[in-house]
């Protein structure tokens, strides 16, 4: 990490940007079928990709009736292809093709969601970052709940076999992109019924989020909020440690939900820190405690 103080702030915020290589060499790391296409916004007025990862066997004639559960996730650049991801991808193809394979998932698809680059943080923060970035103008993340449920969602279920309710639908992100989905789903309650945040950033609004979740009242029927136990470290500001206390509470209000409370997992990685590398070792465990036939563990849990 940089010794100064500024040059971390602005690594552990940096947006997760990835661009198309530019170099026409890179070896595409994508594991079965997905489908890239160009989505335009009416409501953020501008255009970014979506990609669609369909499981094995989505095409075959036996499965045309089929109709498959489905993971929303921010970031879609990071998920699949080390072409189109910053530094390290999540790796969610091939972990779900192994899992899919294993018979420990039934087949999922997942719809990667671009970020929208240098207005990555104005998008997915509903709330200004009061801690790193003051002096930005008031974010659009309140409008993400429209772009998603409004845009996005109507059609993604146009064009694909998509099973309907809850208990099909999950939605995640990392950093930013976790605050987005937590928001989302806190704001559209009973249309989510999983959650993956990995890495939140939950004191945009000087901590509103974690206020937000205190009188939940259908809260997703899972939950998975991971961390790491090397999110960021440097003098001055203990980010690792308040950015656990803060998601700790968090989990605590899911889990306390007056009609539907969350089943959660909450787990820290203390080697884990905040990069697509610590959330692509933890994906497993976390698709499988969302969507799998029974949960898995392997870090640290609380």
């Known amino acids: 990490m940089k010794a100064a103080v500024l040059g971390l702030l602005l690594a552990f915020a940096m947006p997760v940007v990835a661009q198309q290589a530019s170099n026409t060499s890179c070896q595409h790391t994508v594991t079965g079928q997905?489908?890239?296409f160009r989505f335009d916004s009416k409501v953020f007025q501008n255009t970014r990709m979506l990609r669609i990862w369909l499981p094995?066997?989505?095409?075959?004639?036996?499965?045309?009736a089929k109709q498959y559960r489905v993971l929303y996730m921010f970031d879609g650049q990071t998920l699949f292809d080390?072409?189109?991801?910053?530094?390290?991808?999540?790796?969610?193809d091939e972990t779900l093709t192994r899992l899919i394979a294993e018979s420990k998932i039934e087949p999922i698809i997942v719809v990667g969601i671009d970020n929208a680059g240098e207005r990555r943080e104005q998008e997915y923060l509903p709330w200004r970052d009061v801690i790193q970035n003051p002096d930005r103008p008031e974010p659009d993340g309140k409008r993400m709940p429209e772009f998603l449920l409004h845009e996005v969602m109507p059609m993604i279920e146009a064009k694909y076999r998509i099973a309907k309710g809850a208990e099909n639908t999950g939605i995640g992100g990392s950093s930013y992109g976790a605050l987005a989905a937590v928001y989302i789903t806190l704001q559209a309650p009973?249309?989510?019924g999983r959650l993956l945040a990995e890495s939140l950033i939950p004191w945009a609004g000087n901590g509103q989020i974690v206020r937000a979740s205190q009188d939940i009242a259908l809260a997703p029927e899972r939950a998975w909020f991971g961390v790491g136990g090397k999110e960021a470290h440097y003098p001055g500001l203990h980010m690792t440690d308040g950015m656990r206390k803060m998601i700790e509470q968090i989990v605590s209000n899911f889990r306390a939900a007056s009609l539907r409370p969350s089943q959660v997992q909450f787990t820290v990685d203390p080697e884990g820190g905040h990069n697509e590398e610590s959330w692509a070792k933890r994906f497993p465990d976390a698709i499988l405690f969302l969507f799998g036939h029974a949960p898995s563990s392997s870090a640290a849990q609380k």
């Open 34 to 36: 997905l489908q890239v």
């Open 56 to 64: 094995p066997g989505y095409d075959d004639a036996a499965n045309r």
């Open 190 to 192: 009973g249309r989510f």
């Open 82 to 92: 080390a072409c189109t991801a910053d530094s390290h991808e999540w790796q969610i």
